[in-house]
């Protein structure tokens, strides 16, 4: 008996053998053409004319339900005189676990309109045509159009679905697209709805002029893939209204893909990995990235406005003409990449300081490659009062993080749980000891006088840092600043002082209310020329040395802003 008689659909003349006619593998050539003979036998396909490209061509129109489960499809004979080209399938097919080799679907039309909703799952589940757990080898579908068509675990081989329309629901999921001899599968200006490639495996396959907009890769992986010319806009809110649910791209994998002339809009990658792929003219707009990878991958000429980045790690990327105008960024990771050209990060949002800092730097790098001093240092002055604010953030993290250890009375204290915890916060104070042995009541208290000194520390050098540093030259950048501080102070601050407290003297002893002897005598300070005929008295002396000490720091700063920024 057929070995696949379980299909229910074995040929009556052959099924006494290992394999009936129609399940048989590696048919000859006479077999067939026996195939083909007792399909059309079976299935009663009828005839009619159609016009094709201004010409009149002959198809064939299967107008009765097919149950084809398991059967093999060998090369159609050149000398037999039929062809699944524009054919017509108008009612319910099933080609499920079928194998077709060297097969064209060109033109054909799979549309029986019939499709069945699943509300227990709220879910779309096509049953009118089904090819699922199929095998396609040099199979072509080019201007096939499908309608609620599964492909459920199949394998493709050099398939061609050049042109074809995929309307309703379709189901490409558990599917393999297998390389031969590096020739791709291609999906060439087709037309999607709603279809689920997830969970599937993509190796030399394009897509090329391509509109998705509900479309399905989780947990799929790529390589060798090219995205060109392809637009991926999904709109979650209305999936949810319809019933598809986990629509996107979560947990993907993609290695040396290309991406070229592609844009995403409105999409959520989630658990992505990008291993050594190309990016070129990519557009992500209105993007959540989650938890995603970019190892050794190129960006080129790439938008990612207005996206949201968290846990994301581009690590070792090459960025060349890339945006990130309007993005948010939580935990993202640049380690080791290398920016090149212009690097846009416009009005960008950072739930994390460590990042802003670092994304500054990048900025302020390529800026100085294109020769853009001012916005260089515009990027230095960011990044230095990001990573003071990170200075304040981490001490205070690291007391808050010592205090609960007390507060949790079940908790083990030794210095082991410490680090791990500190670890996770990414927190590494530099007096935390390498042993594992417990923690006494003495060494906490020491911990945590400790860690409170860090906090006064960080607080007061922020401090000190911001007057000296950014108050007075934004950090040796704005040459203007010390000028205008130091003529506020000098001609309008300190002679207002000195004539309120009237602690300027003359030689012989003689008080001084002139506001003019004032400002004299608060320029002569200032500049430290010291013409003798006027004194500090009282609180003068105090005053006058502030001064003469703000005087000098003032030019010294001035001197050093000035030379650097038109010596460059």
């Not at 991958?297 to 994301?312: E, Q």
């Not at 853009?372 to 205070?396: I, N």
Request: glycine content about 4%.
């Amino acid at each position: 008996m057929c070995k696949c008689e379980h299909y229910g659909n074995c040929d009556p003349e052959t099924r006494d053998q290992e394999y009936c006619i129609f399940h048989k593998p590696d048919k000859t050539e006479d077999e067939a053409r026996e195939f083909y003979r007792k399909f059309l036998e079976r299935f009663k396909p009828r005839k009619e004319k159609i016009i094709v490209d201004g010409r009149e061509i002959e198809r064939f129109v299967f107008e009765n339900d097919m149950n084809c489960r398991g059967y093999v499809f060998p090369e159609i004979p050149r000398d037999f005189n039929f062809s699944f080209r524009y054919s017509n399938f108008e009612s319910v097919v099933y080609f499920d676990e079928s194998t077709f080799f060297n097969i064209s679907f060109e033109g054909a039309v799979f549309n029986s309109g019939f499709k069945c909703v699943n509300t227990e799952k709220n879910e779309y589940k096509p049953i009118n045509v089904t090819f699922d757990r199929s095998k396609f080898n040099y199979v072509v579908f080019r201007r096939a159009v499908f309608c609620d068509v599964s492909f459920e675990e199949s394998e493709f081989r050099c398939v061609d679905f050049d042109k074809s329309v995929f309307s309703g629901y379709i189901v490409f999921r558990k599917v393999k697209f297998i390389s031969v001899f590096s020739r791709f599968t291609t999906f060439s200006e087709t037309s999607f709805d709603y279809v689920d490639f997830s969970e599937s495996k993509f190796e030399c396959v394009e897509f090329s002029k391509i509109n998705f907009k509900y479309i399905n890769f989780r947990k799929s992986t790529f390589k060798f893939v090219i995205f060109k010319e392809i637009n991926f806009i999904i709109n979650f809110d209305e999936l949810h209204e319809i019933g598809l649910i986990n629509l996107g791209f979560e947990d993907v994998f993609f290695d040396q893909a290309k991406l070229q002339n592609t844009s995403f809009e409105k999409v959520s990658f989630i658990e992505f990995t990008f291993l050594n792929t190309h990016f070129e003219d990519v557009i992500f707009r209105d993007v959540v990235f989650l938890e995603l990878y970019f190892n050794k991958s190129d960006l080129i000429n790439v938008t990612f406005d207005r996206s949201k980045f968290n846990y994301v790690v581009f690590r070792r990327a090459v960025f060349c003409d890339v945006s990130f105008e309007e993005s948010e960024f939580r935990c993202v990771d640049f380690d080791k990449s290398v920016f090149e050209n212009t690097i846009r990060f416009t009005n960008v949002r950072f739930k994390n300081l460590k990042e802003e800092a670092e994304v500054y730097r990048i900025q302020k790098i390529c800026y100085e490659r294109e020769g853009r001093e001012d916005d260089a240092d515009k990027m230095f002055v960011r990044e230095r009062r990001a990573l003071r604010k990170l200075r304040k953030l981490e001490a205070r993290n690291v007391l808050e993080l010592i205090r609960d250890l007390r507060r949790n009375e079940d908790l083990n204290l030794n210095w082991k749980t410490l680090r791990e915890k500190l670890k996770k916060k990414d927190l590494k104070p530099k007096w935390i000891k390498e042993s594992e042995e417990e923690i006494t009541s003495y060494e906490y208290l020491k911990l945590l006088a400790r860690s409170a000194w860090d906090v006064f520390a960080a607080y007061a050098g922020s401090a000190v840092e911001y007057v000296l540093a950014d108050f007075t030259c934004k950090y040796g950048t704005d040459w203007k600043r010390p000028v205008i501080l130091w003529v506020a102070l000098v001609i309008f601050v300190f002679p207002f002082i000195y004539c309120l407290t009237h602690s300027i003297s003359g030689i012989h002893g003689a008080g001084v209310d002139n506001i003019w002897n004032c400002l004299y005598f608060s320029v002569v300070t200032a500049t430290t020329l010291g013409y003798g005929d006027l004194h500090p008295v009282g609180w003068g002396k105090a005053i006058a040395s502030a001064e003469a000490i703000f005087g000098m720091f003032m030019w010294a700063v001035f001197l050093a802003v000035f030379s650097r920024k038109y010596m460059r």
